[in-house]
């Protein structure tokens, strides 16, 4: 089955949720509806880990968040 705008397959399921909470993480969101408010909410918690995760790795030293060349070209600007 071909779900369109979808990477890979896509669930369909039933769930029990707060009306409430719902609405207020939908007004938070700027979302409509059921799917696209629980759509960008797990948006929202993956791009908070991949933010968590690049912090642990800056951390780390595993990656540099800095560009030498960058920052020299705007400092003469």
Request: proline share 3%; net charge negative.
């Amino acid at each position: 089955m071909d779900h369109f705008g979808y990477i890979g397959p896509v669930k369909k399921t039933t769930i029990e949720f707060d009306p409430a909470k719902r609405d207020a993480v939908a007004l938070v969101l700027g979302t409509t509806g059921l799917k696209a408010t629980v759509d960008a909410a797990f948006d929202v918690v993956l791009r908070q880990h991949a933010g968590r995760e690049l912090v642990r790795l800056a951390q780390q030293g595993e990656v540099e968040l800095t560009n030498e060349e960058v920052e020299t070209q705007a400092w003469r600007e």
